[in-house]
């Protein structure tokens, strides 16, 4: 039996070793490293990397490492650095465009919102996004969980791997709406996943949590892609610039990956830990982002 798959199978079963690439990227643009050795470092040829890389990105490794050296410059340029100094430090640079999906609506009653999903009909199913298999949650006003299946064995080439598998992913998800009645159906969550990453129609979401963490999830929205905020940062724009820490708790409770970007959100330090779906996939987002947005 013949399997045929999507694009956006090819882009889940790429993601991995697309993450990995990012990572060495991120790490040697400044050098700019040509196809063939970015390649060799990846274990492809030049001609698999560049059409593997430009089907995942959307955009080339030549065109992805020219955006990091934009964003950049406008680092340096923000900082108060001269047009020569930016362009030394960071060589040519050329745009990346990135078609965002955004939340049309959250499609539920404010009873609704915080009741935890009590009574709601839900489906469950496993379908692909960019950043792996993904573990999704559906009710009739919108995406209502989306988070991420790892399975395997961590790589030789040091990709932190969560190992999260698909029963375990589901039962994160389910566990946090105990009073709904869910059933499977991975040919809907397909459907909806070819629907918001393929099409690019806006994303409704039904978001199910108290007053404050949707603030706190709506504040996340806010973050511009491809830059960070502290808990702190978030607290005030929250309104409640003493509540860092409640902050944070929220942020971690976020259920709808990617698209309400808990990835764009630090600790005060800046390091990228505690990230509920791996630290590589954390890393791997804010640089596709960060990329596209210059």
């Known amino acids: ?3 045929t798959r999507t694009p956006l199978d090819e882009r889940a079963i790429a993601y991995e070793r697309m993450a ?14 040509d196809l063939a050795s970015v390649a060799a470092a990846m274990n492809l040829s030049p001609s698999h990397f560049q059409r593997e890389f430009t089907r995942w990105a959307g955009v080339s490794p030549k065109q992805f490492q020219a955006a990091l050296a934009h964003g950049a410059a406008g680092d340096l340029l923000r900082e108060g650095a001269s047009v020569l100094d930016a362009a ?7 745009p990346g465009r990135l078609h965002d ?16 999903g009590a009574g709601a009909d839900l489906t469950i ?44 992913a589901f039962a994160d998800l389910t566990s946090r709406y105990p009073g709904a009645d869910i059933r499977r159906d991975d040919a809907e969550a397909a459907r909806f996943a070819r629907r918001v990453f ?25 973050i511009p892609a491809g830059t960070t905020q502290t808990y702190g940062q978030l607290a005030c724009a ?30 005060a330090d800046g390091r990228l830990h505690n990230y509920h779906w791996g630290v590589a996939r954390k890393r791997a987002m804010l640089t596709y982002e960060r990329a596209h947005a210059a």
């Open 1 to 3: 039996m013949t399997v």
């Open 20 to 33: 990995r690439a990012l990572d060495h990227l991120g790490d040697t643009w400044r050098d700019w490293p």
């Open 88 to 94: 030394f430090e960071t060589g040519l640079s050329g």
């Open 101 to 116: 999906l955004f939340i049309a609506h959250e499609g539920l009653t404010p009873g609704e919102a915080k009741s935890g």
């Open 125 to 168: 199913g496993r379908a692909p996004t960019p950043f792996g298999e993904g573990a999704w949650l559906i009710g009739q006003r919108g995406l209502v969980a989306l988070g991420f299946i790892d399975e395997g064995a961590p790589t030789r080439t040091g990709f932190e791997h969560q190992g999260v598998g698909e029963q375990q």
């Open 198 to 222: 393929e099409s690019g129609e806006p994303l409704p979401v039904a978001l199910y949590g108290t007053p404050f963490r949707r603030q706190v999830w709506r504040a996340l929205l806010e």
């Open 238 to 267: 929250t309104g409640s610039p003493k509540a860092a820490r409640a902050v944070g708790a929220a942020v971690g409770a976020n259920p709808i990956s990617w698209f309400i970007p808990c990835h764009r959100a630090l600790a």
